[in-house]
């Protein structure tokens, strides 16, 4: 189960990768359906928002803040909806070279 640890928000590319996006990007692999279902969620946020790295990254605080109110937490069911879209974050940042190099993001 992921939870929110001290310190989530000050690079939330780089744990949002560790917490969930790692484990879930090399499951698209393997699964058809999961590649679709981000796929999906990831073509929203294009309609939604830039795709920069401020602009999602601000977006992604956002997400997650909201999470973190709620009480969410991973427990590693992958086709729910928020982790479906945290993936379609992950995805997004990695495709676009947003955890290349060590800033804070």
């Known amino acids: 189960m992921v939870v929110f640890e001290e310190g989530w928000a ?7 990768m560790d917490a969930l996006g790692d ?27 830039p795709l920069d790295r401020e602009t999602l990254g601000d977006y992604l605080l956002g997400f997650l803040d909201e999470l973190r109110q709620r009480g969410w937490a991973f427990t590693g069911e992958h086709a729910e909806p928020a982790a479906l879209r945290l993936t ?18």
């Open 10 to 16: 000050a690079a939330p590319f780089r744990w949002l």
């Open 23 to 49: 484990a879930q990007l090399a499951r698209m692999g393997s699964d058809p359906g999961l590649v679709a279902a981000v796929d999906q969620h990831a073509a929203v946020l294009r309609d939604a928002i």
């Open 88 to 105: 379609a974050v992950c995805w997004l940042a990695r495709e676009r070279g947003f955890l290349s190099d060590e800033l804070p993001a």
